[in-house]
């Protein structure tokens, strides 16, 4: 069975104390729970702090982009041992708002998973259509590219312990979020996917999450559908208690 995962992404918001604080109470609310992965991803400067609250708890850490190079003359990124020197476990990669405002491509998007592979992070692939992809009747084409782009040249083990979100970019900050038998479509089609390129094996145990103004209230129906195994949360997750609330639901929805 897979493990059931919630990601915090708090984007550019929290100051380094402010995340110390918030990673603090959480880790003291689910203290003792087992059978849910918990990740908090805070902005580069504030990993630090949080990794000091985590440290010797159950909640991971993860970050929100990264470079592909180990070093060099690249100002103003960070690498993958960078990441991992901080005490992280987790790294988003190719979320829409790094594609939409930074020209990420899956081409790049590609060179980052490996890179975090090869030293022992677990990438958080983002995927999703627009709205007027979606309108056209592209999705399936739209994500399928994608996926099949960011994954080029894995190993069906590699491609078996990624976690892949679905974040349909048309949901992402607007309140408006996929049906439940919308995000479970894609998501199918996402694992039907994985099966193609890298085998069962793999598609079984890829965790797909489904990412997109991802509330309390919309929660339980998200995460009953068969092919969807957590959130990537966003705005609700600056909250401790829309979060600790999402966090309740999924503990809930999968018994444990």
């Given at each position: 069975m897979r493990t059931p995962i919630i990601a915090a992404n708090w984007k550019m918001y929290k100051t380094p104390s402010e995340a110390a604080a918030f990673a603090k109470k959480l880790k003291l609310a689910v203290a003792g729970w087992v059978g849910i992965e918990i990740v908090l991803c805070p902005a580069f400067p504030a990993l630090e702090a949080v990794a000091a609250v985590l440290k010797g708890g159950a909640i991971g850490l993860g970050a929100q982009n990264m470079f592909w190079a180990d070093e060099g003359a690249y100002t103003g990124e960070v690498s993958a041992p960078m990441l991992k020197e901080a005490g992280c476990g987790f790294v988003i990669l190719g979320h829409s708002e790094r594609r939409q405002y930074f020209g990420e491509t899956d081409e790049l998007v590609n060179r980052k998973v490996v890179a975090a592979l090869k030293h022992g992070l677990t990438p958080v692939v983002c995927v999703g259509e627009t709205i007027e992809q979606r309108?056209?009747?592209?999705?399936?084409?739209?994500?399928?590219?994608?996926?099949?782009?960011?994954?080029?040249?894995l190993s069906p083990e590699q491609a078996a312990g990624?976690?892949?979100?679905?974040?349909?970019?048309?949901a992402i900050g607007t309140g408006?979020?996929?049906s439940d038998e919308?995000?479970?479509?894609?998501c199918a089609l996402i694992r039907r996917a994985v099966a193609r390129d890298f085998g069962p094996g793999a598609a079984d145990a890829v965790r797909i999450q489904y990412g997109g103004s991802v509330k309390p209230e919309n929660t339980r129906g998200l995460l009953s559908q068969p092919d969807i195994d957590g959130a990537l949360v966003g705005g609700a997750s600056l909250s401790l208690a829309g979060f600790e609330a999402i966090v309740n639901v999924t503990r809930e929805v999968y018994g444990s």
């Open positions: 309108k056209a009747g592209r999705t399936a084409d739209v994500v399928g590219t994608q996926l099949a782009g960011c994954l080029k040249g990624l976690v892949v979100a679905y974040e349909p970019v048309w408006h979020t996929a919308d995000a479970q479509e894609v």
